[in-house]
């Protein structure tokens, strides 16, 4: 009441202009005046009635509406004196009766009015100059000011708005949107709009690359950053959050286009305004539909079509219903319209910004119900399939619940009928059922014993049960006690070895000594073998060879690249899918204590942040240790002494010497090619056989093609990529059979390339007579054994200048070296260069060419990194006969490392570098004198063509280099 008496306290007072023939009006209003107040147009002698009614109290309303009825423009009575003064009459009149409310009500509060002061003042003119009153007069009046005391009726034409700025989708009008305002600009002037009762504004969707969506602004800055057609809306609710911001409800009425912004200098109270940015005003012009026929056909089936498929929309999804309740406060009146249809469904719908904002510009309406039926099949679509995917889901779980419900009920009925028992108990049946026939040590049953009650307290949903029970799992599951029965029959282990394995005479032997220790000993106790060698020579074969000769269970896992000590020790109980090591779990797959286990590349274990496997492996394979061998899961000591392992690897070099102290080491070399011929024959070529079908009826290989393969071929050590060609010739062969339909076939060395290609080396030697300052020396790689050139040369010139004895003062002799060399072989050369000069003094003191000469020595094939300490001796001999001008023996090849006093060092991979040596054609060999033994353990077929000299000091390497 006291807000009603306010806002007509400051309806108006009446003042007369001074000026003669006119009056002059003038009354405020609550609130800032808007910058085009709506226009009424009223004759002068009938208007003023109007006027007054308007001034008046509502009381009068219904007997000053008769009065206030439009007339005809045409209608020019003139107004009397009688009417002026009647109107004044009828302001005064009000004016007393305004006051008369004021003193029953009360007053207002002074600030208040205060602030109410400072609005700005409307006023109302009633021209009569000349006479001229029978001339319509045109009156300004504030829009809102026609019904201050009732609700506000949104004007049919607006010609300027506040800018709102809408992040998403439109409003369309005869709906609701409720929005949240951050911006305290736009929170201000919505306040002052909805006090001075004009609720009225203009929203506009955001263009889509105008703003950031995380933070969509609530006020523009240009009218480029919105859509051009919005709706024009009314604001209805307001409201505070909790965090600030202001809850708005409004509702749109119409469509509106902008046109143009409104300069904010130009709006009245600017100039007393403290802020100069306040929100964006705009001119705005009414869009109307363009004209239908409402009767059509085509319009009448569309609407139809729109209505039925809202329907599917809102069966399908009942959180549309709230907006259903909407439809029915617009009336069947409203939806028989297609204009508001097409706004209720685009409104009802979840379409992109772009889809919803094209239907608010759309003004054809056959177009608009067109788009909006396109919509909302879209959205009838999508719900479709997400009911669908909803009900799958929804049928899988009520059946996953159905038969957890049906087991859960299954179990109650047998536990009542005493047919089963609680989970911890078959638990706890099952786990002393497993220990049943074993002998476990007394500290391993108290830890289960201790497991098992603990089982008892436990729920059976607990994770702690679950962990519980995988623990107790591993721990009766390993084989305590049981042992399987080793097969001591020397005759028949040697038969079973040389059935799977060719030669291999040390490893064999080894196999039956330890067969021979434990019948003697009535118990076998556990080893650590270690095969070294070069690949494919059978090491990982001959393991699985001495598992079948002992009669026992084979498990292998490969160390390569091993970098986890978890692997081996296992890992702790408190992570999550925590499991025991590599040995647990090979005594729970063998289900015994004494396995054969095959630690495979143990060469190639690496190290982490995780830890140092090889020093995980010191516990496992020192036979005083691993008796009580503790994994980190199990954390209960098992005996591994038992085991027989066997390591594989290809150099020694990277095992670690603690490890390697551990292991007792068999050298596995290559295979020559006398052997290779009879692996071939024995294993190889029935392999392939049986891999492609082709029997030896139908296909013939000569031994010659078998040595070609190896010497053109397959030069490696092993026999691995000799079994890859012969597979090819059989599958090549093969081929032929079938599509050439014929019977036999036979490979000899002149077709040998149609079925594996040319051959990929040739002779290894480079020369058939080696020029002075060359020497063929010998060396071992991880492939086997390999002929090596060493190469000298020196300038013409200074080799003149140290036959002539001239400018020896002014030239340094020197050496470079190239070749791809280590740092060992780099050493090698300097020590040789240095003593070859020695020698040179020695026995030549006339010859000054190293004093003279610039010598470079190569080792060909640079592109190959090569290093170690046995080529020593070959460069003495290379930089002596580049020093001499002599060559050394054709069919001559060497090995040794040289001290710098001359004595010849001894060196390994002696039968290699012999084969490597034969495969050259080599006839005298030069071996240092500590390597006799090793050439003494060759087998004859190795020796054999072979003329050998042995070496103490390097004057008998020069001897035999140089027939001295």
């Given at each position: ?14 003042t007369?202009?001074?000026a003669?023939g006119?009056?002059?009006i ?18 002068m ?7 007054s009614?308007?001034?008046s109290?509502?009381?009068d ?27 004044e009459?009828r302001i ?10 004021q ?22 003119h009633?021209n ?13 009046l ?8 009732g ?17 998403r989708n439109?409003?369309f ?5 409720m ?7 736009m929170i201000?002037?919505?306040?002052q709009?909805?006090?001075t ?24 800055e240009?009218?480029?950053q919105i859509e ?8 209805h ?16 009425h119409?469509?509106i286009?902008v046109?143009?912004?409104?300069n904010?200098e ?13 929100p ?12 239908f ?7 009448k ?7 039925a498929?809202?329907?599917?929309v ?6 549309y ?7 029915s406060?617009l009336g ?8 508001h ?8 719908t979840?379409?992109?910004p ?5 239907i ?7 177009e608009r119900?067109?788009k909006?039926l396109?919509?909302l ?6 719900l479709?399939?997400?009911q ?10 009520n ?5 957890v419900?049906l087991?859960?009920q299954l ?5 009542e ?17 497993a ?8 500290e ?18 607990s994770?702690e049960?679950g962990?519980?029970?995988s623990?107790?799992?591993?721990l009766t599951?390993?084989p ?7 097969s001591?029959?020397?005759a ?9 394995r060719y ?11 330890f ?6 000993r ?15 020579v ?14 026992r ?6 160390c390569g ?5 978890a ?6 109980r ?6 025991p090591?590599k ?6 797959q ?16 690496g ?7 090889t020093s ?20 209960v ?15 020694k070099?990277?095992?670690p ?7 007792e ?9 006398d ?5 071939a024959?024995t ?14 009826e139908?296909?013939?290989?000569t031994?010659?093609?078998?040595d070609a ?5 397959c030069?490696e ?9 012969l ?20 490979v ?6 149609d ?6 080396f040739?002779?290894d ?24 050139y ?9 080799r ?7 400018g020896?003062?002014e ?13 060992v072989?780099?050493e090698s ?6 003593y ?5 003094e ?9 004093d003279?000469?610039?010598v470079?020595?190569?080792v060909p ?15 003495v ?26 004595q010849?060092?001894?060196v390994?991979g002696?039968k290699e ?11 005298t060999?030069?071996l ?9 353990e ?22 035999v280099a140089?027939?001295?």
């Amino acid at each position: 009441m006291m807000r009603r008496l306010g806002a007509l306290r400051q309806l108006a007072t009446i003042t007369r202009s001074s000026a003669p023939g006119s009056r002059h009006i003038s009354g405020r209003y609550l609130g800032r005046v808007y910058p085009t107040p709506q226009r009424f147009w009223v004759p002068m002698n009938r208007g003023l009635s109007s006027t007054s009614a308007i001034l008046s109290n509502n009381d009068d309303k219904d007997k000053n509406d008769e009065d206030s009825e439009p007339v005809d423009d045409s209608d020019n009575d003139t107004p009397s004196d009688e009417s002026r003064d009647a109107i004044e009459s009828r302001i005064s009149g009000s004016q007393a009766r305004l006051d008369n409310l004021q003193d029953n009500a009360g007053s207002r509060d002074d600030d208040e009015a205060d602030d109410d002061d400072d609005d700005g003042y409307h006023e109302i003119h009633f021209n009569n100059n000349k006479g001229d009153l029978d001339e319509p007069e045109e009156i300004h009046l504030d829009a809102t000011s026609t019904n201050v005391l009732g609700p506000v009726t949104p004007p049919s034409y607006w010609p300027e708005a506040v800018i709102l700025p809408l992040p998403r989708n439109p409003v369309f009008p005869k709906f609701v949107r409720m929005l949240e305002i951050s911006d305290k600009r736009m929170i201000d002037r919505i306040k002052q709009l909805r006090r001075t009762r004009h609720p009225f504004i203009g929203a506009f969707m955001l263009k889509p690359d105008s703003f950031d969506e995380s933070h969509p602004p609530n006020t523009i800055e240009d009218l480029n950053q919105i859509e051009s057609v919005g709706t024009f809306c009314q604001i209805h609710e307001l409201s505070t959050s909790k965090e600030g911001y202001l809850r708005v409800m409004l509702e749109g009425h119409r469509r509106i286009r902008v046109t143009s912004a409104v300069n904010p200098e130009d709006l009245p109270g600017h100039e007393s305004s403290k802020d100069k940015s306040v929100p964006m005003v705009a001119k705005i012009d009414n869009l109307e539909d363009e004209p239908f026929d409402r009767s059509s056909q085509e319009i009448k089936a569309l609407s139809h079509e729109v209505v039925a498929s809202v329907r599917d929309v809102v069966a399908l999804n009942p959180m549309y219903r709230e907006n259903m309740n909407r439809v029915s406060e617009l009336g069947q009146r409203n939806l028989d319209n297609p204009v508001h249809l097409c706004d209720f469904a685009a409104a009802l719908t979840s379409g992109d910004p772009e889809e919803l904002q094209a239907i608010l510009e759309e003004l054809n309406v056959k177009e608009r119900l067109h788009k909006t039926l396109e919509l909302l099949k879209k959205e009838l679509l999508q719900l479709k399939l997400q009911q669908q995917i909803s009900k799958q889901v929804e049928e899988k779980l009520n059946t996953m619940q159905r038969e957890v419900m049906l087991r859960e009920q299954l179990k109650m009925i047998k536990k009542e009928l005493g047919m089963t028992k609680d989970d911890s108990d078959s638990l706890r049946e099952k786990f002393m059922e497993a220990l049943k026939d074993k002998t476990v040590p007394k500290e391993v049953q108290a830890v289960i014993d201790e497991e098992l009650s603990k089982l008892s307290t436990l729920e059976s949903h607990s994770g702690e049960f679950g962990i519980t029970r995988s623990y107790l799992d591993w721990l009766t599951s390993l084989p305590w006690g049981v042992q399987s029965k080793d097969s001591l029959d020397l005759a028949a282990a040697q038969v079973i070895l040389d059935e799977d394995r060719y030669g291999m005479k040390d490893v064999k032997d080894r196999i039956l000594e330890f067969i021979a220790v434990s019948k003697l000993r009535g118990s076998m106790q556990g080893k650590i073998l270690t095969f070294v060698g070069p690949p494919g020579v059978g090491k990982t074969s001959i393991a699985k060879s001495i598992a079948r000769a002992l009669d026992r269970k084979f498990y292998r896992f490969s160390c390569g690249g091993l970098t986890d000590v978890a692997e081996l020790k296992g890992h702790r109980r408190t992570y999550l899918g925590a499991m025991p090591g590599k040995p647990i779990q090979c005594l729970k797959q063998t289900e015994t204590e004494n396995p054969i286990i095959l630690l495979d590349e143990v060469d190639k274990i690496g190290s982490s942040y995780r830890g140092d496997p090889t020093s995980a492996l010191l516990e496992l394979l020192d036979p005083e240790q691993n008796s009580g061998f503790l994994d980190h899961y199990l954390d209960v000591p098992v005996d591994m002494s038992k085991v027989l392992f066997i390591c594989t690897a290809n150099v020694k070099d990277t095992i670690p010497g603690p490890l390697y102290d551990r292991m007792e080491v068999i050298d596995l070399s290559g295979y020559t090619a006398d052997e290779k011929r009879s692996i071939a024959r024995t294993y190889l070529i029935p392999q392939a056989q049986r891999a492609t079908g082709v029997t030896s009826e139908q296909l013939d290989i000569t031994d010659e093609v078998v040595d070609a393969l190896s010497r053109g071929y397959c030069r490696e050590s092993g026999v691995r990529n000799l079994s890859k060609h012969l597979e090819k010739i059989y599958r090549k062969s093969a081929l032929k059979l079938v599509s050439d339909d014929v019977k036999h076939l036979t490979v000899t060395t002149d077709n040998l390339k149609d079925y594996v290609g040319q051959p990929i080396f040739t002779e290894d030697r480079l020369f058939e007579t080696t020029p002075p300052g060359v020497v063929m020396g010998l060396a071992w790689t991880s492939m086997g054994g390999t002929s090596l050139y060493i190469e000298t040369v020196a300038s013409g010139a200074d080799r003149r200048r140290a036959s002539e004895g001239k400018g020896l003062e002014e030239s340094k002799g020197k050496l470079s070296i190239t070749g791809s060399l280590g740092d060992v072989m780099k050493e090698s050369s300097q020590i040789a260069y240095t003593y070859a000069r020695h020698f040179l003094e020695v026995h030549e003191p006339d010859n000054r060419f190293f004093d003279a000469a610039a010598v470079s020595l190569h080792v060909p094939e640079g592109a190959t990194p090569k290093d170690g300490p046995s080529a020593g001796s070959t460069m003495v001999t290379a930089l002596l006969s580049l020093a001499m001008d002599r060559p050394v023996r054709a069919d001559y090849a060497m090995t040794g490392e040289v001290s710098l006093t001359g004595q010849v060092l001894r060196v390994g991979g002696i039968k290699e570098k012999v084969l490597a040596a034969k495969r050259a054609g080599v006839k005298t060999v030069v071996l240092p004198k500590g390597n006799k033994m090793d050439w003494e353990e060759l087998e004859e077929s190795v020796r054999k063509g072979l003329e050998v000299h042995f070496a103490a000091t390097y004057q008998d390497v020069f001897d035999v280099a140089f027939d001295s």
